[in-house]
């Protein structure tokens, strides 16, 4: 068993009343109930992050440095385009991770267009909704399950 954490950044608390054309309507809660039914089927356990701070956010990291935690899948959501910090944090504990996005951000703003932890993930998805999340849930299931 697996422990995985599953981090979202700011505004994404919003899901489902914020911009669905760009975020669609499943509401936080809703897409964590079924990556949580997904994990019990593949025997992992998921712990749920979401915060509008950065200094917390990096805290949080620290701690999965910490107490071992096996994987990280992560919505940065605005911090994606900004924060060098949450990057560093996430370089500093060495715990492999997906980057998700429920728009694709290279449809979108070019202030969008770059992503300051993707060069470091394991994977990036982008524009496929909430199912982006379900799809990272899979892979990192595939890569904590195949032999090192
Ligand atoms: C987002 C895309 C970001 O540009 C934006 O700031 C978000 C959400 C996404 O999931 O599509 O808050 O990460």
Known sequence: MALIFVINGPNLNLLGSREPAHYG????????????????????????IQHNHEGVLIDLIHAAGKHEVDYIIINPAAFTHTSVA???????VAI???????????????????SYF?????????????????LALIAANHYLTQPK
Do not use: C, K, W
Not at 25 to 48: K, N, P, S, V, Y
Not at 86 to 92: I, N, T
Not at 119 to 130: C, N, R
């Open 118 to 134: 993707s060069d470091l993930a394991q994977g990036v998805i982008s524009g496929l909704g909430a199912t982006g999340y379900e």
């Open 96 to 114: 492999p991770y997906i980057e998700v996005h429920l728009s694709n951000i290279y449809r979108r703003e070019p202030f969008r267009q770059h």
């Open 25 to 48: 309507h499943d509401t936080l809660e809703t897409i964590e109930q079924r990556l949580t039914d997904m994990a019990t089927g593949f025997g992992h356990q998921l712990e749920f």
């Open 86 to 92: 949450l990057r560093d944090a996430l370089a500093a």
